[in-house]
T-cell receptor
Framework: DSGVTQTPKHLITATGQRVTLRCSPR?????VYWYQQSLDQGLQFLIQ???????AKGNILERFSAQQFPDLHSELNLSSLELGDSALYFC?????????????FGPGTRLTVT | AQSVSQHNHHVILSEAASLELGCNYS??????LFWYVQYPGQHLQLLLK??????LVKGIKGFEAEFIKSKFSFNLRKPSVQWSDTAEYFC????????????FGGGTRVLVKP
């Protein structure tokens, strides 16, 4: 157990819908990261938040957005869902924001878009 | 942009055999290098990391990796594998950019036959 929790574990929804994935970082960690793992794209970095502020952005679609709340939990919002959005979404956390900090990964949320 | 390539997608070997997984990255500057492992049904866990210093890095569970700067490589090794090493292994790089994003290789699925 890494100490990072994600809910829900599984999510099945239809195309065009909107979902919210939730992540709670390890106690004491200020940075939260979101990654997408799909068969065709592999593991891809989406976005990083540090203490409530966006810190780095990767290949995140405009239909996707994220935020980090004052209690440091984070939510990833996916809207206008397409079949290709089906993937495993991982959250990770680290103490700081700087390069090289060890990231601890959660168990992931498996999203299936039908 | 950074990229990471893992040469083998699937590796099958018997217990007690030696394991070497290749990883090459493309980035000319200073890099931080990681190997993560994902056991079936579990979250990503850090095996080892390289930031600087001795290019031979020892990690958990008997794994080690060697950073060869001239070859842009960070290969993972284990002298004698066990059935419990059956997992997917990911090489990752963190370099240069603001924040702490990880760029992952495509992963190598390792199956150890008892």
């Amino acid at each position: 157990d890494s100490g990072v929790t994600q809910t829900p574990k599984h999510l099945i929804t239809a195309t065009g819908q909107r979902v919210t994935l939730r992540c709670s970082p390890r106690s004491g960690d200020l940075s939260v990261y979101w990654y997408q793992q799909s068969l065709d794209q592999g593991l891809q970095f989406l976005i990083q938040y540090y203490n409530g502020e966006e810190r780095a952005k990767g290949n995140i679609l405009e239909r996707f957005s994220a935020q980090q709340f004052p209690d440091l939990h984070s939510e990833l919002n996916l809207s206008s869902l397409e079949l290709g959005d089906s993937a495993l979404y991982f959250c990770a956390s680290s103490v700081g924001a700087a390069s090289g900090g060890e990231q601890y990964f959660g168990p992931g949320t498996r999203l299936t878009v039908t | 942009a950074q990229s990471v390539s893992q040469h083998n997608h699937h590796v099958i070997l018997s217990e007690a055999a030696s394991l070497e997984l290749g990883c090459n990255y493309s980035y000319g500057g200073t890099v931080n290098l990681f190997w993560y492992v994902q056991y079936p049904g579990q979250h990503l866990q850090l095996l080892l990391k390289y930031f600087s210093g001795d290019p031979l890095v020892k990690g958990i569970k008997g794994f080690e990796a060697e950073f060869i700067k001239s070859k842009f490589s960070f290969n993972l090794r284990k002298p004698s594998v066990q059935w419990s090493d059956t997992a997917e292994y990911f090489c990752a790089v963190n370099a240069g950019a603001a924040g702490n994003k990880l760029t992952f290789g495509g992963g190598t699925r390792v199956l150890v036959k008892p």
